[in-house]
Nanobody, 118 residues
Framework: QVQLVESGGGLVQPGGSLRLTCAASGTIFTIYTMRWYRQAPGKQRDLVAV??????YYVDSVKGRFTISRDNAKNTVYLQMNSLKPEDTAVYYC?????????????WGQGTQVTVSS
């Protein structure tokens, strides 16, 4: 059984910073691509950032402000969010392609709320 657990969300003022963490646990052989998504109220869930090996991807709206990174030894992915804006308010989810020695599947975390407001 594989689980992803996010943490680090909260309330922050515009211009502030937060660091989200997503830790994978359980029967893990290899973690391939890891991603962060977000879903604002009443909107669809959108891709924010991707890390796959040394390849990084960011949606245009967060480029230069957000940084995705990972610690393979800890099976953890991070999202450093700087210069936060009210429009960054959303539930943030992590997602990963994980091989448990039998097969590779996509796993999701439960989400962590980020609210940017004065």
């Amino acid at each position: 059984q594989v689980q992803l657990v996010e943490s680090g969300g909260g309330l922050v003022q515009p211009g502030g910073s937060l660091r989200l963490t997503c830790a994978a646990s359980g029967t893990i052989f290899t973690i391939y691509t890891m991603r962060w998504y977000r879903q604002a109220p009443g909107k669809q869930r959108d891709l924010v950032a991707v890390i796959s090996g040394t390849n990084l991807y960011y949606v245009d709206s967060v480029k230069g402000r957000f940084t995705i990174s990972r610690d393979n030894a800890k099976n953890t992915v991070y999202l450093q969010m700087n210069s936060l804006k009210p429009e960054d308010t959303a539930v943030y989810y992590c997602n990963a392609d994980i091989n448990d020695r039998r097969s590779t599947s996509i796993y999701w975390g439960q989400g962590t709320q980020v609210t940017v407001s004065s």
